[in-house]
């Protein structure tokens, strides 16, 4: 992410931050990138958010020229001081993106191996600006360890991440039709204090009012929730978004708005019109439902609003923007950021949006429920692995003793968390087999 001294912070590559090689072999020699620990199919996270630009297949057998880099990911990222600046992912297992793919940060790209001039698994992590390798310390937080006291860091000053933000805020949710139907006072009892409701959208039918609108506008209001609306627009003509407008602004009469009804503007259909006729469209929207006497708000997501609209041009608008980074990424001024779209909250079954409103659109802001320790949903995993190898399964295995399951489990079927069974399907999925929820 670029903080804003327009630094560049980088995101570990890995969950677990080990190095096993600095920018100096432990023998002296250059490395001139860093090695860090990793079991094969280890996930592997864009270290920023950019384009893939180079995807090597390794041969199976090389380990000179580029094929000593074996199955790699070369990104490139937005430039720094008018330089290239790239990360590149080396040793892979396998490869989950292709060339000319756009990543966000954090997204996993593949997983790790020992492939190419490699003796033994683990990430291989270098950084070029301007096509010269620099230490990738310079890039990235101190939160790392090293392996052993024979390992070289070569000179480097690590970024110092920004204070997480202590200001206070009101807790909310955004919901649509994809969450059903919500029990509303379980919401509000969790600590809720706002709902963004989604009022409608397109689809190829054309716009179309959110079927749980109306209900959910009753069941938060009844539950003394504070509400908002918004409209997910595909719009690419004034015509086409006086169709939306027609159809969907009707719902919103004789309700009552303590938030804005904010115009969603995310959609990748929506990108090819052009900066400035996208910018000049949703402001138009935005116009349009400030006449209707609502107040009007834009909604979009940091990557979308640096790359396909104008932020300045929409300046004296609210903006909800959507960020899932640890810190938001966004640096122009914002009212609502929606932090996490995979919140868990009573009396709604799968996951919901959550957002922190730092514009404080009501006066409560109370203790948030997310604040306080879920206790997992267990479920039965089965995992299998054809053709997979012994090591492998033997790997899974550990991992789910590391993840304090049954000491005794085997690759059959285990309890395990929503978050346990993300980890241990990648593996699976990695390693060529499948695991599925039983
Ligand atoms: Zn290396």
Redesign the pocket.
């Known amino acids: 992410m670029r903080l804003s001294n327009g630094e560049v912070l980088f995101t570990w590559p890995l969950a677990a931050h080990t190095i096993t ?1 600095g920018w100096y072999y432990s023998d002296g020699k250059l ?1 001139r ?3 860090l620990r990793a079991a094969v199919g280890t996930p592997v996270y864009a270290a920023e958010d950019g384009t893939v630009d180079w995807v090597q297949a390794w041969d199976g057998h090389s380990t000179s020229g580029d094929q000593s880099y074996g199955n790699l990911v070369r990104i490139r990222h937005a430039d720094y001081n008018g330089g290239k600046l790239q990360t590149l992912y ?2 892979l297992q396998r490869v989950t993106v292709k060339n000319g793919q756009a990543v966000r940060e954090g997204e996993v790209i593949g997983y790790s191996g020992n492939t190419g001039n ?1 003796t033994g698994p ?1 990430l ?3 950084v070029r600006l301007a096509g010269t390798r620099y230490n990738p310390l310079n890039w990235l937080d101190s939160d790392f360890d090293v392996a052993s006291d024979s390992v070289r860091l070569g000179s480097f000053t690590s970024v110092v991440r920004p204070a997480e933000d202590s200001r206070e805020y009101v807790y909310g949710i955004d919901v649509s039709r994809y969450q059903g139907d919500v029990d509303w006072a379980q919401v509000a009892a969790s600590g809720v204090k706002f709902a963004l409701l989604r009022a409608g959208s397109q689809n190829s039918g054309g716009p179309y009012i959110d079927p749980y609108f109306e209900q959910n506008y009753a069941g938060a209001k009844a539950a003394g929730i504070a509400v908002g609306a918004y409209i997910y627009t595909y719009a690419e003509t004034e015509a086409e978004q006086n169709d939306e407008i027609l159809t969907i602004l009707p719902s919103l009469e004789g309700k009552t708005f303590e938030y804005p009804v904010f115009v969603d503007v995310e959609d990748k259909s929506l990108t090819s019109i052009g900066k400035a006729a996208l910018t000049q469209l949703v402001k138009r929207y935005m116009d349009i439902i400030d006449q209707k006497g609502f107040v009007p708000g834009w909604y979009s997501y940091t990557n979308y609003i640096n790359s396909y609209l104008c932020p300045e041009a929409l300046a004296d608008y609210p903006l909800w923007v959507a960020d899932y980074r640890s810190s938001l990424g966004y640096t122009g001024d914002y009212h609502i950021w929606q932090y996490s779209s995979k919140g868990t909250v009573p009396g709604i079954s799968g996951a919901v949006d959550l957002n922190r409103d730092y514009h404080h659109y009501i006066a409560s802001t109370g203790a948030p429920a997310e604040e306080q320790p879920a206790t997992p949903e267990l479920h039965k995993l089965s995992i299998s692995l054809p053709g997979a190898d012994a090591d492998k399964a033997a790997e899974i295995i550990r991992k789910a003793a590391d993840l304090g399951l049954a000491p005794d489990v085997t690759v059959e079927t285990l309890p395990a968390s929503a978050g346990d069974i993300k980890t241990l399907t990648e593996m699976a999925d990695a390693a060529g087999g499948v695991a599925a929820k039983v």
């Open positions: 090689a490395h990138a860093i090695d080396a040793h490699s683990h291989h992590f270098e």
